[in-house]
């Protein structure tokens, strides 16, 4: 599986951005980014994902480089409820499409300061 | 649309024993993974199951096994526990037929003890 590279922690304050990058230098052509996020006492909890383009969702946007070798997720307004651990994983689909799994590495531990 | 659900909630066995664990996925969903968290870690796949059968297995042991019913619950059976099985225990669960790449939904684990 290919690997990705994040920092093992951030801080920010509550109601900044929040740019949190991950390296993924060996990202295959089929290999989609995904991120999740895991808060303390639950299990991880999905957040956006992409191939290629950048996208939007209600919760984060996920900016991808053109050699798409780096990926940022992007919080626009944190929260305190958004202190957590972020994992930036990349999905390999294969051609028998059997193999789903997602592996974590250790994240991105986020602190928001109220 | 109810999540996935785990139970028990926390657990402890001494070394030796055997457990299971229990899964109820999420409405529509007809994949469900495993996964063991240790503390500080990431979660690390254990495997996974698609209409009832094994379809991908991560480095663990056969001792670790599993179960999907028709309803798509699943069971995690783990024997002859050791202390380094120690660790959250997550379920998660997906639609493949509706998009091989849609998200996966995690319950909130079970916590395992064994001393």
């Known amino acids: 599986d290919a690997k990705t590279t994040q920092p093992n922690s951030m801080e920010s304050n509550e109601e900044e951005p929040v740019h949190l990058p991950c390296n993924h230098s060996?990202?295959?052509?089929?290999?989609?980014i995904h991120w999740y996020r895991q808060l303390p006492s639950q299990g991880p909890e999905y957040v956006i994902h992409?191939?290629?383009s950048n996208v939007n969702n209600r919760m984060a946007s996920l900016a991808i480089a053109e050699d798409r070798k780096s990926s940022t997720l992007i919080l626009h307004r944190a929260t305190l409820r958004d202190a957590a651990v972020y994992y930036c994983?990349?999905?390999?689909?294969?051609?028998?499409?059997?193999?789903?799994?997602?592996?974590f590495g250790k994240g991105t531990l986020l602190t928001v300061n109220p | 649309e109810t999540g996935v659900t785990q139970s028990p909630t926390h657990l402890i066995k001494t070394r030796g024993q055997q457990v299971t664990l229990r899964c109820s996925s999420q409405?529509?969903?007809?994949?469900v993974s495993w996964y063991q968290q240790a503390l500080g870690q990431g979660p690390q796949f254990i495997f996974q199951?698609?209409?009832?059968?094994?379809?991908g297995r991560g480095n663990f042991p056969p001792r670790f096994s599993g179960l999907q019913f028709p309803n798509y619950s699943s069971e995690l059976n783990v024997n002859a526990l050791e202390l380094d099985d120690s660790a959250l225990y997550l379920c998660?669960?997906?639609?493949?037929?509706?998009?091989?790449?849609?998200?996966?939904?995690f319950g909130n684990g079970t916590r395992l003890t064994v001393t």
């Open positions: 998660a669960s997906s639609s493949r037929d509706r998009d091989r790449n849609s998200p996966l939904h």
């Open positions: 060996t990202i295959s052509g089929t290999d989609y």
């Open positions: 992409g191939l290629t």
């Open positions: 994983i990349l999905r390999a689909i294969n051609s028998g499409g059997s193999n789903y799994k997602l592996t």
């Open positions: 409405s529509g969903h007809n994949t």
């Open positions: 199951y698609y209409r009832e059968e094994e379809n």
